[in-house]
């Protein structure tokens, strides 16, 4: 059984790699760069204050929270811990492969990129009330994204995406639990007439 999900997995990251353009290259080293995103993160953080007003004094810390444990966990725990090669560092894959992005880091599983993705992504559609329908979406449809370049990139297997998105999406529920919680005990809503 794990022969065929390994061998299901190479397929799936061979399928996607094999895919490669130079146009779908730039697009996915794109997705995949994180310093591009910085000044998206700063317009979500101000459209945030803007719309929760005081309660982004505990929305900001709780989703900043859910992304560092995100990054953290991965990157410091699942990588050493379980030293499973990236593709590109695999040597019976890396010399059939697509790398127009470099390999990165030795060890891949999991993927902090889409840990880190889903756990912002996660966490403020659960935060952000249902008129707000499109923005989830295309939170979501970033965080998948960003997931699939690391595929494409073959900087991951895509059990390494599923199990970063995985714990990202996990951890997000965690800390809106405790966002919830503290909102209703600090901001408690006015009392209707």
């Known amino acids: 059984m794990i022969d065929h999900l ?22 996915m080293i794109f997705f995949s760069d994180r310093l591009v995103w910085f000044p998206a993160y700063f317009v979500i953080v101000v459209a945030l204050c803007y719309y929760v007003g005081r309660r982004a004094t505990l929305l900001l810390p709780l989703l900043g ?17 379980f030293a499973r090669l990236r593709p590109c560092h695999d040597p019976d894959l890396s010399a059939t492969l697509n790398l127009a992005n470099g390999c990165g880091g030795q060890f891949g599983f999991i993927s902090s990129h889409a840990a880190n993705a889903f756990a912002l992504a996660v966490f ?5 009330p249902p008129r707000f329908r499109a923005a989830k979406a295309l939170l979501l449809a970033w965080a998948a994204l960003v997931s699939f370049s690391r595929i494409y990139l073959a900087a991951h297997y895509p059990s390494d995406v599923l199990a970063g998105a995985t714990l990202g999406s996990l951890l997000a529920w965690g800390c809106h639990r405790l966002y919830r919680k503290g909102t209703q005990r600090w901001y408690p809503a006015p009392p209707t007439a």
Do not use: E
């Not at 929270?65 to 699942?78: C, E, G, M, Q």
């Not at 403020?124 to 952000?128: P, S, V």
């Open 6 to 27: 390994q061998a299901l997995d190479r397929w799936l990251l061979v399928s996607a790699n094999n895919a490669a353009t130079p146009g779908l290259d730039r697009l």
């Open 65 to 81: 929270l859910s992304v560092a444990l995100a990054d953290s966990i991965s990157s410091r725990f699942f990588k050493p811990y």
């Open 124 to 128: 403020l559609c659960l935060a952000l």
